[in-house]
């Protein structure tokens, strides 16, 4: 697996986990530390998110805004051979 490949699934697990936790919190709201847990969680997905773009471009269309050019279509979409290499 390349890095780019690498970093992506990285910051799938943290915001699968993030989502996680979140789903926890709907039943179990007054959970102090399940509500530390999904900050640091969502904290550590922005991080990656953001690292992410910075160096292979936005993940979503509306992230582009933060470019100086519209490169959205620039990466290779799931469905690419090299998407899934």
């Given at each position: 697996?390349?890095?780019?490949?690498?970093?992506?699934?990285?910051?799938?697990?943290?915001?699968?986990?993030?989502?996680?936790?979140?789903?926890?919190?709907?039943?179990?709201?007054?959970?102090?530390?399940?509500?530390?847990?999904?900050?640091?969680?969502?904290?550590k997905?922005?991080?990656?998110?953001?690292?992410?773009?910075?160096?292979?471009g936005?993940?979503?269309?509306?992230?582009?805004?933060?470019?100086?050019e519209?490169?959205?279509?620039?990466?290779p979409?799931?469905?690419?051979?090299?998407?899934?290499?």
């Open positions: 697996m390349d890095e780019q490949a690498n970093r992506l699934r990285q910051l799938q697990a943290a915001n699968f986990a993030a989502y996680d936790m979140l789903l926890y919190l709907d039943t179990h709201a007054k959970d102090k530390k399940a509500f530390e847990i999904f900050k640091s969680l969502v904290e997905t922005n991080r990656l998110k953001k690292a992410y773009e910075t160096d292979y936005p993940l979503t269309a509306y992230n582009s805004i933060y470019s100086s519209f490169n959205w279509l620039d990466n979409w799931p469905w690419d051979k090299e998407a899934n290499d």
